[in-house]
């Protein structure tokens, strides 16, 4: 994740910050306090160093030097660290280097709360890597968020590169959403309408318009006439509105009453 202004002013706070009070504690001449403050100082450099600078750092090296590849997300978890309100993960990925055999390797990452479905068991993900050094590896956020063009996908001209439709190409990618829009226009003049609760969200590696996102959802449908029922739908979704369709959260649909598989969101 690139350093946003909110980082910048939040560093360029702390260190005010800091300065101020270790003007203070030297001005009261108290050795105690110089101390404590020495030892605040060097926590929090060390703190920012292995967050956000040394992965800059990194990641700055790799854009120059590194090998552009997939890696397979084989498991993640939350690290506890939140900085500007982007969690840090520690993923561990699957990674297939073109002179060498499959290797896993960990790495921290911040990333937007708006991308965490990006980051899931079994995704592929663009990442840059060292091919002499198997632990220096950093996400390609320039694939994993291409901007401009009315349908942007991960990886280009190349195909869809993350998601369940990694490896279509672009063509058929932005065909099957054509057609699946279509379907779902369809759906929306006779369907009968009910609420859902989210039960699993996909990114398809695909924007639309800008940063909206194609995204797959898994649904528990729960009608008032006919007993609930699960069933999923391809739809292209708002980019605010991508906290309101995570699990766990309730949104309305429409369905097919006599074929309930077909399911479409009534409002994105």
């Not at 978890?77 to 055999?101: F, I, R």
């Not at 439709?165 to 779902?184: F, H, I, P, T, Y």
């Not at 940063?211 to 898994?218: K, R, S, Y």
């Not at 979704?237 to 369905?255: T, W």
Request: proline share 5%; hydrophobic share 45%; with cysteine.
């Amino acid at each position: 994740m690139k350093m946003n202004w909110g980082m910048v002013i939040g560093l360029i706070g702390a260190g005010i910050g800091i300065v101020v009070a270790l003007i203070a504690v030297i001005a009261t001449k108290s050795y105690f306090g110089i101390i404590v403050i020495t030892l605040v100082v060097g926590i929090m450099g060390t703190v920012f160093w292995k967050v956000l600078f040394g992965p800059m750092m990194l990641s700055s090296r790799l854009a120059k030097n590194g090998y552009a590849t997939n890696a397979k997300v084989v498991q993640v978890s939350d690290t506890g660290v939140t900085v500007n309100n982007a969690p840090q993960v520690k993923l561990l990925l699957e990674v297939t280097p073109p002179n060498g055999a499959t290797y896993l390797v960990e790495c921290k990452q911040l990333i937007s709360r708006l991308q965490t479905s990006m980051f899931q068991p079994g995704m592929m993900v663009p990442v840059l890597i060292d091919l002499n050094d198997k632990n220096a590896i950093s996400i390609n956020y320039e694939s994993l968020n291409p901007g401009g063009g009315q349908t942007n996908i991960a990886g280009g001209a190349a195909g869809v590169t993350v998601g369940p439709w990694a490896g279509m190409s672009q063509a058929d990618a932005e065909r099957k959403l054509v057609d699946n829009d279509n379907k779902n226009k369809e759906l929306l003049k006779y369907g009968k309408s009910s609420k859902a609760i989210v039960t699993k969200y996909t990114w398809l590696g695909i924007n639309v318009n800008g940063e909206n996102p194609a995204v797959e959802i898994e649904v528990q449908v729960t009608p008032a006439d006919v007993p609930a029922f699960s069933a999923r739908t391809i739809g292209v979704i708002m980019e605010q509105s991508v906290p309101k369709f995570q699990p766990g959260e309730e949104i309305f649909v429409k369905y097919d009453p006599n074929m309930i598989s077909m399911v479409t969101i009534e409002h994105s």
